[in-house]
Nanobody, 116 residues
Framework: QVQVVESGGDLVQPGGSLRLSCTVS????????MSWHRQAPGKKRELVAS???????YYVDSVKGRFTISRENTKNTVYLQMTSLKPEDTAVYHC??????????WGQGTQVTVSS
């Protein structure tokens, strides 16, 4: 069974930085597209950033220039480096795996709170 585990969420002041990690069990990671999504209270879950098997990236406009997604296939891990954090970045951040066969797996999420 595939397990997707996020970590790195925390309480941080505006302007601060955090790095989220998502580790995937099994042997599917290198062949999968990975993405980070977030859901704030009362709002729909939204795509934040994604990275393909080949390393191509996408960012939603609101995080461009502040967030960086990367992957380390030898560690079955995808990262989301977040800088210049704003209160509106507060949300639960979820990691999503899409395998080459089109199967989706989600993690339980990690809480990011940006507040002074």
């Amino acid at each position: 069974q595939v397990q997707v585990v996020e970590s790195g969420g925390d309480l941080v002041q505006p302007g601060g930085s955090l790095r989220l990690s998502c580790t995937v069990s099994g042997s599917i990671f290198s062949g999968s597209a990975m993405s980070w999504h977030r859901q704030a209270p009362g709002k729909k879950r939204e795509l934040v950033a994604s990275i393909t098997r080949g390393g191509s990236t996408y960012y939603v406009d609101s995080v461009k220039g502040r967030f960086t997604i990367s992957r380390e296939n030898t560690k079955n891990t995808v990262y989301l480096q977040m800088t210049s954090l704003k209160p509106e970045d507060t949300a639960v951040y979820h990691c999503k795996v899409v395998t080459w066969a089109g199967i989706n797996y989600w993690g339980q999420g990690t809480q990011v709170t940006v507040s002074s």
